[in-house]
């Protein structure tokens, strides 16, 4: 049975115009032979010049085991260039952002519009992320380890989040176009997979200190962890993003043999799959973001726009967290593993 | 569980610098640095904080629940100091912690604080909860707290102190006191407040506490 979220017929929000991607890029379209999973994707959408688009689209997976729990252990992304990222939450705990499956929730201003506001889903577990903007290999196509897979219970729902940015930093050049395949597992007892979502708070690259690098650490609940996947978020100040594995127990940054993943590219960041999978019998991870402060685009709104966003007193032009791309920064990490422990996904705010 | 009896040294006034940039070099280059804790409250307000401190869990913009820890210092070079601050559970050894550049400010004591104390980075945003892998509660029970700085020189120092971090907006209460729950799953209700539970060191667990 295929199910497909047709979406922008129902959203009750200000829905994209519908396009057709322009001639020279290949658009990216679902999977016709996925016949037994879950399929969504967007309508084709302009993102104006100038402007930074932030959806969040609502979907309720559907019942393909008799009411039963099933698993998916392929996940297959694919998007136009211009997607600044594509994330999927499993929804929990509503703050002041919701929809009915099969709506969606339009952001444009980061103000005011509540899907760009990350204490919307500070508890909504990841599912799967891609960064990937690539004309020539728009498809992200991960399959996970053998007899490893995500669970979904029938009716469950999910944020599908997705982010274009048409600016100077980052830009959009035909249409936009997110599409997502989940694949069914066939394993009998596939072990659960986990996820890890982590952010640094209040960090604040400015002009006075342009360099500065920021650490964070994140916790797994029990030792023998098995890191899948990984990769890393900031925007076009970010020079570097790294990570460790790390003791839980140090104070002190892991020396370099510990980093098993390292990014330079920030609108085009590395997702690393390891294969084989790397064993983590110590406990926890280590990430480091590391700056360079660099003026602002003036048809941005320059130091103006980037003061605006700050929250404090002291105005330095610097860029402090926020989903903008043009005018703040994020130092975010995406971490795949199994075993899930005890039900539960991660955290580290 | 021992709860020590909260001995927070208030700062009548936590310097409030004239300007919020930095100071540069503080105290005596020859001496080693000074280093105390400093926590800031769900107010703004700070504290050098003793043994036995009440640290504020606060929730940040972005969702979760930080312990706000910085320095006052001394004999060091006050601009873009690299402060690491980490709350660690005596009863594993396991740490949380956060790492950032600051900026110092001197003050008539000639201690170096925040020099922009209202503001939450100025601080390491130490990361506690959702208490995923916590065994036991983040509030009503002692944690240490570790702060360790380098300045631009490379000279470092280090302190520490026992806190007890307590759930410190109201508006968050509930919140607070679910996901800062030893063992906290991920996403679950908190729309009943969880019992809070034995204190103390968890059976099995190896403590080191001192």
């Known amino acids: ?349 | 569980m021992l709860l020590r009896l909260l001995l927070v040294l208030l700062l009548a006034g936590c310097p409030s610098p004239a300007n919020t940039t930095c100071s540069g070099p503080v105290g005596e280059a020859g001496q080693p640095v000074a280093l105390g804790v400093v926590l800031r409250g769900a107010d703004g307000t700070t504290t050098v904080a003793a043994d036995g401190a009440a640290a504020a869990l606060i929730q940040p913009p972005q969702g979760g629940k930080v312990i706000l820890a910085g320095v006052r210092a001394r004999n060091l070079d006050t601009c873009g100091v690299n402060l690491i601050a980490a709350v660690r559970d005596l009863c594993t050894n396991r740490v949380q912690l956060e790492g950032r550049p600051v900026n110092l400010i001197v003050a008539d004591d000639g201690w170096a604080y925040p020099a922009a104390p209202a503001e939450l980075d100025n601080f390491a945003n130490i990361g506690v909860c959702p208490n995923v892998s916590g065994v036991r509660n983040l509030y009503g029970e002692p944690y240490r707290v570790e702060v360790s700085v380098t300045d631009k020189n490379g000279k470092q120092g280090s302190a520490s102190v026992m806190v007890v971090p307590f759930c410190a907006e109201p508006e968050h209460a509930l919140d607070c006191a679910c996901t800062c729950a030893a063992r906290y799953v991920l996403g679950s209700s908190c729309a009943a407040r969880p019992d809070a539970g034995p204190g103390g060191c968890p059976p099995g667990d190896a403590g080191v506490r001192d």
């Open chain 1, 1 to 349: 049975m295929r199910w497909f979220a047709l979406l922008g017929l129902v959203s009750a929000c200000p829905s994209p115009s519908p396009g057709t991607p322009d001639a020279g890029f290949r658009d990216v379209s679902l999977d016709p032979t996925n016949a037994t999973g879950y399929q969504f994707q967007t309508p084709v959408y302009t993102v104006p010049e100038g402007k930074e688009y932030q959806d969040c689209w609502f979907v309720a997976m559907p019942d393909l085991n008799a009411g039963q729990d099933y698993y998916m252990d392929r996940f297959r992304l694919g998007a136009l260039p211009g997607t600044h990222h594509v994330n999927v939450f499993r929804v929990k705990t509503i703050v002041h952002l919701d929809g009915a499956p099969g709506t969606m929730v339009h952001g444009e201003d980061p103000r005011t519009d509540e899907c760009f506001k990350s204490g919307n889903w500070s508890d909504w577990p990841l599912v799967v992320n891609s960064q990937q903007s690539d004309a020539a290999n728009p498809y992200y196509d991960w399959h996970l380890p053998g007899n490893v897979a995500h669970r979904f219970s029938p009716g469950e729902k999910l944020m599908v989040q997705v982010h274009y940015v048409n600016a100077s930093t980052q830009d959009t050049p035909a249409n936009a176009h997110v599409v997502l395949d989940m694949y069914r597992s066939q394993a009998a007892a596939p072990v659960e997979l986990g996820t890890l979502f982590a952010t640094e708070q209040s960090i604040r690259i400015c002009q006075s200190n342009p360099n500065p690098t920021f650490h964070g650490t994140c916790l797994f609940n029990s030792g023998g962890t098995n890191i899948v996947a990984a990769n890393g978020h900031f925007h076009s100040r970010g020079v570097s993003f790294s990570v460790y594995q790390w003791d839980g127990v140090s104070t002190t940054q892991p020396p370099p043999a510990s980093m098993f993943y390292s990014s330079d590219h920030w609108d085009h960041p590395d997702m690393h799959i390891y294969s084989p999978v790397l064993n983590d019998a110590t406990g926890g991870v280590w990430w480091t973001c590391e700056f360079q402060w660099m003026p602002p685009d003036p048809a941005a709104g320059g130091c103006d726009a980037v003061n605006a966003r700050d929250p404090s007193t002291v105005k330095d032009c610097c860029y402090t967290f926020g989903p903008v791309v043009e005018t703040s920064e994020h130092c975010n990490l995406f971490l795949y593993y199994y075993p899930k422990v005890a039900a539960s996904d991660i955290t580290c705010f």
